[in-house]
């Protein structure tokens, strides 16, 4: 089933590229990470052209739970243990983020909420208070929340009030209209700072990898940094409305937050290519919270997580020139696309950024997360089976939740008949 945002909202077509152009900014991937940044650039007056290989936000963008807010779980305790610089540089990009977002929604009609967000834990209050003192190293507001409109018991939440939700695909066929997009133009092919699809090709002097999961496999090694989680979602009627956001701080809990007349309940989390409880869990867990609602919407959808909770922005290697990305956003692509794209922007114009280092793609790879990627990898290419990913060859596991050949090691996934469904895989099933 289609989300619900793809079920309330017309995007606009673009053509398919059939010539060969030249572009001071090319932008491969037309989701929200690749629209903003194009609608950043064009507000500094830089023209720029955007490759897409199927339908513009046809991808994570039209499966989000559309929240913006700076607070990411209970991410500012464990990111000041690596240094106040980081955990400041993470909250200055994000605020900055949410700001931008209610700025340009005064103007863009995406029904643009004011909420606040709640990181709730049903069982450990130590881990609220940590994260409220974290927050007050940095200098961030949050207040802790005893009182929960939730159905279930919670020992408390990290409150931060003056948050948002919107339409994502609303604000985004809004911002797309005035930029210079081709649909249906696939890369097959990066040759130095040109671009070549099927019919055609883009040489540009500055390049930005925005398919989510970065596909030029020969820089970066992204393949073991990172991996993709699935997790689920269901939009409930007839459900008691949330008056704000919420997060379970635990992997697996759930996400709630209300639009319009409709509970959309999020959850049953796992990585790709793995079990996890899906759609399942989803609805029981409704069944025994709202015992009166009725399933309207159910969708999925994929995210890219780093190894080191922080997003890759900017060079996609020490070795290329001119060649950027932004991905890894770790479950919140809505703020961190702003953020990626607005950092973007000052890179490719040339501007210095204090946050530069601290997002680098080429930062240090030494974190616990990089050998469980190396070891699924492993895994991956021992496994038997007669199917394998095109992307490395890691062995393909069949989902049948949503009958789909998903691969554990960096999560491309396939139809049953073999089309590629998201990559970093670059093409279809042989």
Known sequence: MSSLWHETASLPSFPRLRENLKADVLIIGGGMAGLLTAYLLKEKGISSVILESGKICGGTTGNTTAKITFQHGLIYSD????????AKAYYEINRKALEKYREL????????ETKDNYIYSVDDRRKIEDELNALRIIGAEGTFAEKLSLPFSAVGAVKTEKQAQFHPLLFASQIAKELNIYEN?????????????EEGSVRAENVIVATHFP??????????????????????ENAAEADGM??????????????????????GDHRTGKKGGGYNELRKNAKKFYPGAQEKFHWAT?????????????????????????TGFNKWGMTGS????????????????????????????????????????????LFPTVKRCPHLGCALRYNKAEHSWDCPCHGSRFTESGRVIDGPANGNLR
């Open 302 to 326: 994929q995210d890219c997580i780093s190894l080191d909770s922080m997003p890759y922005i900017g060079s996609y290697s020490e070795s290329t020139h001119r060649l950027y990305t932004l």
């Open 79 to 86: 990111l000041i243990k690596k240094g106040e610089e980081k």
């Open 105 to 112: 929604s005064k103007s863009i009609k995406c029904d643009f």
């Open 215 to 236: 596909f030029i496999n020969k820089h970066g090694l992204y393949s073991l940094k990172l991996y993709q989680h699935r997790s689920y979602v269901i939009a409930l």
């Open 338 to 381: 702003m953020a990626g794209a607005d950092l973007l922007c000052d890179l490719v114009s040339g501007k210095t950024s204090p946050h530069a280092e601290i997002f680098s793609p080429s930062r240090s790879m030494l974190t616990p997360q990089l050998f469980i990627n190396s070891a699924e990898s492993l895994l991956g290419y």
């Open 246 to 267: 919420y997060l379970d701080e635990k992997e697996n809990g759930l996400s709630l937050r209300s639009y319009r007349n409709l509970l959309l309940m999020g959850g």
């Open 185 to 197: 133009s696939r890369v097959t092919e990066m040759k130095g700072n040109t671009a070549v699809t």
